[in-house]
């Protein structure tokens, strides 16, 4: 009967397997919003929701939820805090972040998706005295990706953002670049460089350098997808520090209707 059960969940996971269609891979049936941090030009589609949970050091958990609610716009709320996986006192973060992604062009053969939008949810943990996150919220922000097929897809993309955590002094318009590349239907190795040029001035938590993560995402089951994450290879956090912070994610997309 053991044997049997074992081999009745093997076939139930290569079953998923072989049909998951997650956010990730050449058979992905959704879209990226973010690669780990940097924004990209992904929504949730309409009559679709999001919901998704990131584990990261220090025992930082957010949780996110977005829902498209018209053709190209999508809207939702995250909430986390530092020290909720761990002991001691937990950090909760000091109010909900708000989400809110406009898609003002369609992706063409010529030209990339042009997403707008305002993200308040930042990551690590919330010094009071500064009002900001460890690793500041994007704001508001703008997204260009664009898909080329090569040995499946390849996704180049470039983005601005404007953070309204500005207390610390350095109050600079930044960018972030990000990459995507599928690894046969359901996996995808992303890479990221935040420039942080809004971090590295006055009361900085950055020390100049950006941040460079990278991650692995793999679609398990239909709207199912987990990844990995390697953060800050740079060794750019100045509290804190440790290259190659570990983290992971976790998202599961569905249809509302």
Do not use: C
């Not at 992904?42 to 679709?48: A, D, L, W, Y």
């Amino acid at each position: 009967m053991r044997k049997l059960s074992i081999i009745f969940v093997i076939i139930l996971l290569l079953n998923l397997i072989s049909y998951g269609q997650g956010s990730s891979g050449s058979n992905a049936r959704y879209e990226y919003r973010t690669l780990v941090d940097v924004q990209t030009a992904g929504i949730v589609k309409k009559g679709f929701i999001g919901i998704d949970m990131r584990y990261l050091p220090d025992g930082v958990v957010i949780a996110g939820l977005e829902t498209g609610v018209f053709d190209n716009l999508s809207f939702g709320f995250a909430y986390g805090g530092a020290n909720i996986i761990g002991s001691g006192k937990i950090g909760w973060y000091k109010l909900p972040a708000l989400i809110v992604r406009f898609r003002i062009i369609d992706e063409t053969l010529g030209s990339p998706a042009v997403v707008i939008g305002f993200n308040s949810q930042g990551k690590g943990f919330y010094d009071e005295n500064l009002e900001r996150y460890q690793i500041k919220s994007p704001g508001f922000f703008a997204a260009a990706s664009k898909t080329f097929e090569m040995l499946g897809y390849l996704t180049l993309h470039a983005g601005t953002n404007f953070s309204l955590e500005r207390k610390d002094g350095d109050k600079d318009l930044n960018l972030t670049a990000g990459i995507e590349k599928t690894i046969g239907g359901q996996v995808s190795v992303v890479a990221e460089y935040d420039f942080a040029i809004n971090d590295n001035n006055g009361s900085a938590f950055g020390d100049g350098q950006g941040y460079f993560n990278i991650g692995a995402r793999w679609s398990v089951s239909p709207g199912f997808t987990i990844g990995f994450e390697l953060r800050d290879l740079l060794d750019n956090k100045k509290i804190n520090s440790n290259a190659a912070d570990r983290a992971l994610f976790v998202e599961f997309m569905r249809s509302i209707f």
